[in-house]
């Protein structure tokens, strides 16, 4: 890292290593001989996108994590470029052009998968006049409902958030421009928010949520004045849209730093705003003992932890998996207040309990549907492990989430008795074992579950079962 920030130290001792905040002095000019921007760094269809506006007579740059990233000797996750079009001009530009969102109006550009976001410079928004309430709109609490007025570059500089995201690259005459002293960060190692941290973190409050992804991701330092109002203002997240919490927290938990994520947004008070109902199990509330609360903490860390070691292998990961982890014990927790309350089917105190929790869990994180389908599987599976009939077994490995599912048992074996440490061995065995070995496998397990299944058969009529299964 060092020697590519080298390509900038001239202009920091030129500058004497001070930050340069004060914006009515414009940028500080980085030229092409002297960082380490270029054009084979950058995918080409930005490059593509950013000499289209200039050839249509815009001003185009690349923004943000695209020029942090590779001052950091990193590989950009996704190009932002920024423009003064408006997103209607851009759109005349591009056939393969999309505008979205409303709060924050933009253009994606979409290459096939790659998708190039396309923003408009942001101005400063009105305050007081009201002038402005169509495109702009804050709530009570500072909070920025709508934030569509157009400006300069100054301008949408000072709007950003991070000093180290204030950066811009030109494809006109390949300059850096550094509005706030971002390289000086960069060097540092240091997240500062740009203007009065309050200020800033009420109008958006994810902002504290990307705070402590940037330390995390580019193993950076929250400088003293961007950290500390974060713990007195962690309960403006709840004033995010669940929806929104759900794409952030696929960017701090399946990004390879979900562990130390997990650490700093404890440590913060923000946690419990993405998991309500596991914040309490592991404050030993919801009557869970210390001892299980201490389980539960490992137990969550452990599979954070098998999740980033999969991403650094480059093996796919689905959140669905980390959530069921994560919710597991308050699960179990009301599965048997449910069962304990009443004379209910064991099936049904799992569907209601699954019911429950994940009303409450939306309301925090939006988890869409396909990933809720799959939780519920991997769920469910872990019940149908402990049937190993033969008829059951094979329908069980036949399962499309048996994958899944039988990491989950693996993940439950390392903290669970033995008798949950035996099944996970059997079903590692029985499903790579040629089938005379499988054979022989159930008749020794299958024959101790069949009367079970006699004695259910002749209460049945009896019985009205309301399961859902
Ligand atoms: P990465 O893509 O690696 O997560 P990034 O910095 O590019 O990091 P994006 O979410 O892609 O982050 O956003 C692009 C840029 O837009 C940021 O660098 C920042 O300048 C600006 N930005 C994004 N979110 C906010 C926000 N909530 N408030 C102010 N500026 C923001
Ligand atoms: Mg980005």
């Keep these: 890292m060092k020697s590519v920030i080298n390509f900038c130290k001239k202009l920091l001792n030129s500058t004497n290593d001070k930050v340069a ?11 092409r001989d002297q960082h380490p921007v270029s054009r084979q760094l950058i995918s080409n269809n930005a490059l593509k996108v950013l000499y289209r506006l200039n050839k249509g007579g815009f001003d185009a740059y690349l923004v943000g994590g695209g ?31 999309r505008l979205i969102g409303r709060r924050f109006r933009l253009a994606h ?28 709109k804050q709530s009570d609490q500072g909070m920025l409902l709508r934030d569509n007025i157009y400006g300069t570059i100054d301008e949408d500089a000072e709007r950003r958030d991070f000093t180290i995201n204030a950066l811009y690259y030109s494809t006109k005459d390949f300059n850096v421009y550094d509005f706030a002293g971002g390289v000086h960060d ?18 958006d409050p994810v902002r504290m949520l ?10 950076m330092t929250i400088s003293e004045e961007t950290h500390a109002p974060i713990k007195p203002l962690a309960s403006l ?37 993405f998991f309500p109902s596991v914040e309490r199990a592991l404050c030993a509330n919801d009557n869970f003992s210390l001892d299980e609360s201490e389980q539960i903490a490992q137990f969550i860390l452990q599979a954070l932890e098998n ?25 179990q927790k009301r599965i048997a207040s449910i069962k304990a309350a009443s004379d209910i089917l064991p099936q049904d105190a799992f569907f209601q309990a699954y019911h429950e929790l994940m009303s409450e869990q939306q309301q925090s994180v939006a988890i869409p549907k396909r990933f809720q389908l799959v939780i519920k599987d991997i769920w469910i599976l872990q019940e149908r492990f402990e049937k190993r009939e033969p008829k059951r077994a094979y329908k069980t490995l036949e399962h499309p989430k048996f994958r899944a599912g039988y990491d989950f048992l693996l993940l439950r074996a390392e903290f669970a008795d033995d008798s949950v440490k035996e099944l996970a061995k059997w079903w590692t065995d029985f499903q790579d074992a040629p089938q005379a070995t499988q054979s022989q496998m159930l008749k020794t397990t299958g024959r101790s579950a069949k009367p079970r299944r006699k004695m259910r058969r002749k209460r049945r009529p009896n019985s009205k079962s309301t399961s859902e299964s």
């Design 210 to 219: 990307r705070a402590i992804r940037f330390a995390t991701k580019l193993d």
């Design 237 to 273: 997240l709840s004033n995010i849209p669940a929806a929104r919490m759900f794409e952030e927290f696929l960017k701090l938990f399946v990004s390879g730093k979900a562990v130390a994520n997990y650490h700093m947004l404890r440590e913060y008070d923000l946690f419990e705003h």
């Design 307 to 331: 999740t980033d070691i999969r991403i650094a292998n480059e093996q796919r990961v689905t959140p669905a998996f980390l959530f069921a982890a994560i919710l597991w014990f308050p699960l």
């Design 67 to 97: 020029v942090r990233d590779i001052l950091l000797g990193l590989a950009p996750k996704d190009f932002d470029i920024v423009t003064n079009a408006t997103p209607e001009q851009i759109k005349g530009l591009f056939r393969n052009c």
């Design 109 to 136: 550009i979409v290459f096939g998968r790659e998708v190039i976001e396309v923003a408009t410079f942001r101005g400063h928004h009105d305050d007081n006049s009201g002038n402005n309430q169509k495109i702009s």
């Design 186 to 203: 960069i060097e540092q190692g240091v997240i500062r928010l740009i203007g009065d941290p309050e200020t800033r973190y009420r109008e």
């Design 21 to 31: 905040h004060d914006f009515s002095q414009g940028p500080i000019v980085i030229p």
